[in-house]
C-alpha cells in the first residue's frame, strides 16, 4: 500500500471550508453532515470536521488560531506561477495572505491562511535545490 496522509482540521463553517478548499481546485471525495475530505494529491487528503466532530475525535482543545498557531501545513507546487495562482484563489476565497512572496534562489514561497486561520505554505524549488 502507498503511504498517504491525511490532515485532520477543525473547521468553524463546513460548508464555507468545502467552497474554500474547492475553489483552491482540492476536489470533495466524501461529506456528510459533520466532516468532508477533500483530496489535494494522490497522496495527500485533508478531512474537515464541524468543532464538534472534531472534538468527538480528541480529547484535546481546539487550538484558537486567532492567538496561536498548530502547525503550518507546506505544499510543494509545480511552478512559481502555480503557487501565486493558489495564493490568489486562496484570497479570493475567503483566506488571508501571509506576508508576501519570498524568493530564496532555489526556492519561492509564499502562503496563505484558510478561512479558520490554519496557515498553508505553498512552495516552488529548482530543480538544482537538493544540490544547494
Not at 478548499?21 to 482540492?26: D, K, M, Q, R, V
Not at 503557487?83 to 508576501?100: C, E, M, P, T
Request: proline residues 3%; negative net charge; contains cysteine.
Amino acid at each position: 500500500m502507498n503511504k498517504h496522509i491525511i490532515v485532520n482540521l477543525p473547521v468553524a463553517d463546513l460548508p464555507r471550508s468545502l467552497a474554500f478548499f474547492e475553489s483552491l481546485g482540492f476536489s470533495r471525495k466524501f461529506r456528510d453532515d459533520a466532516s468532508a475530505l477533500m483530496v489535494v494529491s494522490e497522496a495527500i487528503s485533508v478531512m474537515l470536521h464541524t468543532h464538534e466532530k472534531f472534538c468527538d475525535l480528541s480529547s484535546k482543545d481546539i487550538c484558537d488560531t486567532t492567538k496561536a498557531s498548530e502547525a503550518w501545513f507546506n505544499l510543494g507546487c509545480e511552478s512559481r506561477a502555480e503557487v501565486d495562482d493558489l495564493v490568489s484563489k486562496a484570497v479570493a476565497g475567503g483566506g488571508s495572505s501571509n506576508a508576501g512572496p519570498e524568493d530564496y534562489g532555489f526556492m519561492y514561497q509564499h502562503g496563505f491562511a484558510d478561512p479558520d486561520g490554519h496557515h498553508w505554505v505553498l512552495f516552488h524549488m529548482t530543480e538544482n535545490a537538493a544540490q544547494v
